[in-house]
């Protein structure tokens, strides 16, 4: 990865902060539509490209740092700790503890927590989980190949409801080391790729949202697993949400996302 990329240093604060807020809403822009079908809401490309579009300008003002640094180039960034970018590291640090994460949350517990859902048309931990699976094995890394290929054909349509068959007669146990392993061979794939900041920037067609780039396939990589964590976490709570009593006032949890 180049490191001729911190030409965004000598900024001054105020616009550093906005240049970093910018790239990362750019970056999730068009799969901000996408994170919605956690909860059967159908929500509109159109408004989302409209907000990423005033911000995509900002960027296009600073141009030439791609959207993750290396290693290397981070070191160098660290008297200034606001203008940090995210980088591929940093996205494999939180990728590589997602299954970990989910196993010490869910492996071992009553069926009640791992079965519950928020209303009707969600998702249970177990669906989550199967669904987290499904990804590993038909979403990022096919399509981060596919962008990689240079395939102009839009990629194949990723199926929302795939695990409702496949995690049939299995248990939560057995979903949690399946994705750990997935995720884990998926990793060296990505490590194994050595993406320059050039490979970040190719672009490929998702079948919705038309075009997206590599670096917005990783990071939203990320962003849907901890979205999914904490969908988890807010399904979970919602078991206790009729015996709290009084307390239920103090806790948001409870009111997010109504299912
Ligand atoms: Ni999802």
């Known amino acids: 990865m180049s490191e001729e990329t911190l030409g965004f240093r000598s900024l001054e604060m105020p616009k550093v902060i906005a240049l970093r807020l910018s790239r990362v809403f750019v970056s ?37 740092s791609p959207p993750f640094l290396s290693q290397a180039s981070r070191s160098r960034t660290m008297t200034c700790m606001n203008n940090e970018l995210p980088m591929l590291d940093d996205l494999i640090a939180v990728l590589d503890r997602t299954p970990a994460t989910l196993t010490a949350l869910l492996d071992g517990l009553p069926e009640i927590w791992v079965t519950a859902r928020e209303g009707d048309g969600t ?9 987290l699976i499904h990804g590993e094995r038909t979403d990022w890394i096919p399509r981060a190949r596919h962008i990689l290929d240079g ?9 929302r409801e795939a695990q409702f068959s496949e995690s049939r007669d299995k248990s939560i146990g057995e979903l949690l080391e399946t994705f750990g392993v997935l995720r884990r061979e998926n990793l060296e794939t990505i490590r194994g790729f050595s993406l320059t900041s050039e490979d970040l920037e190719r672009r490929g067609l998702h079948p919705e949202l038309g075009e997206v780039t590599l670096g917005q396939l990783l990071a939203t990589w990320v962003v849907h697993d901890l979205d999914h964590v904490g969908q988890v976490a807010r399904t979970m709570a919602k078991v206790n949400a009729g015996t709290v009593g009084p307390w239920a006032a103090y806790l948001s949890i409870l009111r997010d996302r109504q299912g």
């Open 28 to 64: 999730l822009g068009p799969f901000l539509a996408e994170r919605f079908h956690h909860n059967s809401f159908i929500s509109s490309a159109k408004t989302v490209a409209a907000v990423a579009a005033p911000l995509k300008a900002s960027r296009q003002r600073f141009p030439g």
């Open 123 to 131: 998702w249970s931990p177990f669906d989550v989980v199967g669904h």
């Open 151 to 159: 395939d102009p054909r839009p990629f194949e349509a990723f199926d």
